[in-house]
């Protein structure tokens, strides 16, 4: 069946339609061109009669009755006059044609006074860099025309320069990182403190470009990001380098803000990440607010080394592995890590080789979050134990391929404490709170391309992403929910973040009784026996010994005490001790080495005569010769090495 042709309308309708849209474009147009005299008079008669509504409204109420039939009188006469009328309406028509015309706010065509002092003052302290006694045609030189060096410049409210396009000469040495910065820095005191300045320095034009910066938002507060798995927002930062905005929510407002990502897993440059900063700059904030969002699709492993409880919030949680703010329980801790580590690349390789894909264990990403691990160092040194930044070496070198991500927080004064692995492997940093310019280059690099300001809030700071550019950055607020003064609107939104709490398995708990004992009695020594009062537990099935097992045709003998629930008897206790020492006379007859006396478990029938001692005197064993056989009352054959040591144990007991 052929198909049937589109119609016209709909296979161009596009380019008709753009077609329609041009026409009636070009109609308006041509309409508000013809009826553009009357638009003006009815704009100006619209002008004239609210003029006159203001006038009636400010006249006094004594007044307006005089005013009223002044005006009646006006009206009178003007009807009165020949052509009267007309006159007026002519009147009226122009009068509202003067008054609705366009008036367009004619711009300055340069700087006010103030204005021109101000760039006059800032071209005579460039003179000195930008100057040379060999050039014949100075641009920069006392007293010469600032016009040429500035193209462009722009003010804000105040007075103070906004924007600023600077021109220099060729021989400025602009590849040299000290020039720029005796420039950036004397471009930044002239043009106003207290504000931070970006830089962009144009080598090819010979150009550099100053642009005031507008303060971050420190307002907005932890929440569930528009964000893939792998994916980490470290905060927010300014629109210039920034290709992507992440809608957020402020209170009842919603906009769109730059964000600085990070991203994490297989196929991440920058897998582990460092944070540096001065105390109170923010960096349990940053960690708080990484854990959050790892925990959507992780597990959290956390090292307090400040030991001030900031993360007490996240203990119990489901996927917080551990929560360690001690030495012990850190080297433990960090020592499973690495454990782990090891396993998940072993179970991937073998995956790999078989052909099979990662189990799933593999995938599961495992975050390692340290903050101030230098504190455990002089710990460890003080106690003779190992540095628990060893322990970081394996997560840290082969962290991506397994999944295992660190982050590690601490101060700028304890920078050198940081071992090497820390330092070489963590490729993304952080820096936040007041810093000098060369602190931030040793970290980040490279310095920032902004200027430095004293007094910075909480999270405020700079990000690099390994040989990305300089980012400002503002970390979201994320603070401590079981802090007195947080405010109430902070700790709900990171108690609304935080996942619920893990229930224990079976819900049974260690009795008291059995804690203190496991916790008193020192490792590495026996537990110690029972005590009279304590029952001995009844055995399921009755078994033979070996020397019933000799005389089969001897009835067996009745094990009363020890299936009853009195209390055994003293020599059965002492039988039952393992490491008790045999006393001198308890010897064997024969030659035969003894074994030890353990050889009838606890809950073996006991013979009667140990069960239930008799007030005659037991025979001496050591009084038999060595040929004649042991008496009966021991209940073991002569062949059987040591069967009449109960009897001597009874004894000595």
């Known amino acids: 069946m052929a198909r049937r042709p589109l119609p016209r309308i709909l296979s161009n309708g596009s380019a008709q339609l753009a077609r329609s849209r041009e026409l009636a474009r070009t109609a308006a147009d041509s309409a508000t061109d013809v009826l553009h005299p009357l638009i003006t008079i009815t704009r100006g008669l619209r002008r004239l009669a609210a003029a006159g509504l203001h006038k009636w409204t400010e006249t006094p109420k004594e007044r307006r009755g005089a005013l009223l039939f002044l005006a009646a009188s006006v009206v009178l006469v003007v009807a009165l006059v020949p052509y009267g009328p007309l006159l007026a309406a002519i009147t009226l028509m122009a009068a509202a044609a003067w008054k609705g015309r366009e008036r367009s706010a004619t711009a300055p065509d340069g700087p006010d006074e103030s204005q021109t002092q101000r760039l006059k003052s800032l071209y005579e302290a460039l003179v000195p860099y930008f100057s040379a006694a060999e050039d014949p045609e100075p641009l920069y030189s006392h007293g010469g025309a600032w016009d040429k060096a500035f193209p462009t410049y722009a003010f804000d409210g105040g007075g103070r320069i906004a924007q600023l396009v600077v021109r220099y000469p060729a021989y400025f040495t602009d590849g040299e990182a000290e020039s720029r910065a005796r420039i950036e820095h004397l471009l930044a005191a002239k043009s106003g403190r207290g504000r931070e300045y970006h830089f962009t320095w144009d080598e090819e034009g010979n150009q550099l470009t100053v642009g005031v910066l507008l303060p971050l938002p420190v307002d907005i507060a932890a929440q569930r990001f528009v964000t893939t798995p792998g994916e980490t927002v470290l905060g927010f930062t300014d629109p210039t380098r920034v290709q992507r905005t992440l809608p957020v929510?402020?209170?009842?407002?919603?906009?769109?803000?730059?964000?600085?990502?990070?991203?994490?897993?297989?196929?991440?440059?920058?897998?582990?990440?460092?944070?540096?900063?001065?105390?109170?700059?923010?960096?349990?904030?940053?960690?708080?607010?990484?854990?959050l969002q790892a925990l959507q699709h992780g597990d959290v492993v956390i090292v307090d080394g400040g030991g001030t409880g900031e993360y007490a919030c996240l203990t119990g949680?489901?996927?917080?592995?551990?929560?360690?703010?001690?030495?012990?329980?850190?080297?433990?801790?960090?020592?499973?890590?690495?454990?782990?580590?090891?396993?998940?690349?072993?179970?991937?390789?073998?995956?790999?080789?078989?052909?099979?894909?990662?189990?799933?264990?593999?995938?599961?990403?495992?975050?390692?979050?340290?903050?101030?691990?230098?504190?455990?160092?002089?710990?460890?040194?003080?106690?003779?134990?190992?540095?628990?930044?060893?322990?970081?070496?394996?997560?840290?070198?082969?962290?991506?391929?397994?999944?295992?991500?660190?982050?590690?927080?601490d101060q700028l004064d304890s920078v050198d404490a940081l071992s090497d692995p820390v330092r070489q492997h963590t490729r993304a940093r952080v820096v936040l709170?007041?810093?000098?310019?060369?602190?931030?280059?040793?970290?980040?690099?490279?310095?920032?391309?902004?200027?430095?300001?004293d007094e910075l809030p909480p999270g405020r700071g700079y990000a690099r992403l390994g040989t990305g550019p300089v980012h400002r950055l503002q970390v979201p607020a994320t603070p401590n929910p079981y802090d007195d003064a947080t405010p109430d609107a902070l700790c709900e939104a990171v108690l609304a973040l935080l996942p619920p709490r893990t229930d224990p398995a079976d819900g049974e708990t260690i009795p008291e009784q059995e804690q203190e004992q496991e916790q008193d009695w020192p490792e590495g020594e026996a537990d110690p026996a029972p005590t009279e009062a304590e029952p001995e537990p009844m055995p399921a099935e009755p078994r033979t010994t070996g020397a019933e097992q000799a005389r089969p045709g001897?009835?067996?003998?009745?094990?009363?005490?020890?299936?009853?629930?009195?209390?055994?008897?003293?020599?059965?206790?002492?039988?039952?001790?393992?490491?008790?020492?045999?006393?001198?006379?308890?010897?064997?007859?024969?030659?035969?080495?003894?074994?030890?006396?353990?050889?009838?478990?606890?809950?073996?029938?006991?013979?009667?005569?140990?069960?239930?001692?008799?007030?005659?005197?037991?025979?001496?064993?050591?009084?038999?010769?060595?040929?004649?056989?042991?008496?009966?009352?021991?209940?073991?054959?002569?062949?059987?090495?040591?069967?009449?040591?109960?009897?001597?144990?009874?004894?000595?007991?």
């Open 249 to 291: 929510t402020h209170g009842e407002q919603r906009r769109d803000v730059p964000p600085v990502v990070w991203r994490t897993g297989l196929r991440s440059t920058e897998p582990h990440l460092l944070a540096l900063g001065q105390p109170g700059s923010g960096t349990s904030t940053l960690l708080r607010s990484i854990a």
């Open 317 to 409: 949680r489901d996927g917080v592995l551990a929560v360690e703010a001690g030495l012990a329980g850190v080297t433990a801790s960090l020592e499973w890590a690495a454990t782990e580590t090891e396993r998940r690349l072993i179970a991937a390789n073998r995956a790999h080789q078989a052909g099979d894909p990662p189990p799933a264990d593999t995938k599961r990403p495992l975050w390692i979050l340290l903050d101030r691990p230098t504190a455990f160092t002089h710990l460890a040194a003080a106690d003779g134990r190992k540095d628990p930044q060893s322990l970081l070496q394996v997560p840290l070198r082969h962290g991506r391929p397994a999944n295992v991500t660190v982050v590690v927080a």
């Open 433 to 453: 709170g007041p810093a000098t310019a060369d602190q931030l280059a040793s970290v980040l690099g490279t310095p920032p391309p902004t200027t430095l300001i």
């Open 554 to 653: 001897e009835p067996l003998p009745t094990p009363v005490q020890v299936l009853t629930k009195e209390p055994v008897p003293d020599q059965v206790a002492v039988a039952a001790l393992p490491r008790e020492a045999l006393p001198e006379p308890v010897a064997a007859p024969t030659k035969q080495p003894l074994p030890e006396p353990v050889a009838a478990p606890p809950n073996e029938p006991v013979p009667d005569r140990v069960a239930a001692p008799t007030k005659q005197p037991l025979p001496e064993p050591v009084a038999a010769p060595p040929n004649e056989p042991v008496p009966d009352q021991v209940a073991a054959p002569a062949e059987e090495p040591g069967s009449d040591q109960v009897p001597a144990l009874t004894k000595e007991t």
